[in-house]
């Protein structure tokens, strides 16, 4: 039994072309790879768009009725704290008109204590609690504090506080000065009744001195008739 060999089959040409091809697939390969991992890597990075929401998120119409119950309850809430905002800022501006006419004081605040203050020359709160404006032409304007934004009152009482501190205790110090002198005028006048209560009250009633008196007069007499 005979044997044929082909010629072609261990030819050097052969075997090279082979290897060139298996070198050309891994190749293709490898780029087939890296073109799906940048696809998946472009499709990660790629923009959210109200057209495709994203995994998890809430629908539109879910996301609106959240941001509506939101605003009511916000609406409500502000509604309340507006309104009693201003019936502190009433019962505030009250009671310190009360106290400014009893110490019978006012003060002086600076002129940024208002917004666009800069032609302000001088700015007053008197014991009426009013805010007295006097700009750089002397013009004189006078409003109730109350009758300011909450911020401008909430700017002049921060400025007014301490120093209505101040005042009371200086108000406190001449209070306690009369204190003391009432005290001695007093003690000197029970003692001026104590000296008047002791001493005799009845016009009849007579002193040695009167006796003393009447006695030298009625010797006088005596020896006057006997020449």
Not at 100 to 122: C, D, G, W, Y
Not at 170 to 177: A, E, M
Request: proline share 6%; with cysteine; glycine share 4%.
């Amino acid at each position: 039994m005979r044997l044929y060999t082909n010629p072609l089959m261990f030819s050097p040409t052969l075997l090279s072309n082979d290897r060139n091809s298996e070198a050309n697939l891994e190749e293709v390969k490898l780029l087939e790879k890296a073109e799906v991992q940048e696809k998946s890597s472009a499709d990660s990075q790629k923009p959210i768009t109200g057209e495709s929401p994203p995994q998890g998120s809430q629908p539109p119409g879910d996301q609106m009725e959240e941001s509506l119950k939101i605003l009511s309850e916000e609406t409500l809430q502000l509604s309340e704290f507006l309104w009693q905002e201003e019936k502190l800022i009433n019962e505030l501006c009250a009671l310190l008109k009360l106290v400014l006419k009893q110490v019978n004081v006012s003060f002086n605040l600076p002129a940024n204590i208002l917004p666009h203050a800069e032609k302000m020359q001088r700015v007053m709160l008197n014991d009426e609690a009013h805010l007295i404006l006097i700009n750089d032409q002397n013009e004189v304007r006078s409003k109730a504090l109350e009758d300011y934004p909450p911020q401008i009152v909430f700017n002049v009482i921060s400025f007014v506080v301490p120093e209505l501190g101040r005042s009371l205790t200086s108000f406190r110090k001449r209070i306690s000065v009369r204190i003391s002198l009432f005290d001695r005028v007093n003690q000197e006048l029970r003692n001026l009744r104590n000296i008047f209560a002791s001493s005799p009250k009845k016009l009849g009633d007579s002193s040695p001195v009167d006796d003393g008196v009447k006695k030298a007069l009625l010797s006088r007499k005596e020896e006057s008739g006997g020449q």
